[in-house]
């Protein structure tokens, strides 16, 4: 399983610019590629975009920032989760480990 976390965000986003301090490091610390996609950045976007649509077909819910967990993002793609919206790095960790290891955070 090749699991890797897509960051939406927007450029214009205070609280996506602050996660971004951090955002990567963690996920990469948990043995997740990371995929920042930004929405005013179209070929990245336009790549991803099946993902985001898959998980929000309108984009009503969505958080700034969304972070999708999928396993092979480059391919036939399965969402495996998502944490949305600005957290502190400690917080942002747990949950992003509550999505990839559900029956560890539970202890």
Not at 47 to 57: A, F, S
Request: net charge neutral; charged share 25%.
């Amino acid at each position: 399983m090749s699991l890797a976390v897509i960051k939406f965000s927007s450029e214009e986003c205070g609280i996506c610019h602050k996660m971004a301090f951090y955002d990567q490091k963690v996920a990469e610390e948990l043995g997740l590629q990371f995929i920042d996609v930004k929405m005013q950045d179209t070929a990245t976007y336009r790549k991803y975009r099946k993902i985001l649509l898959t998980q929000y077909p309108d984009k009503s819910e969505m958080g700034w920032p969304t972070y999708i967990i999928c396993d092979s993002p480059e391919g036939e793609f399965q969402i495996i989760g998502e944490v949305k919206g600005g957290h502190p790095k400690g917080e942002f960790r747990s949950r992003l480990q509550a999505v990839v290891n559900p029956a560890a955070s539970q202890n």
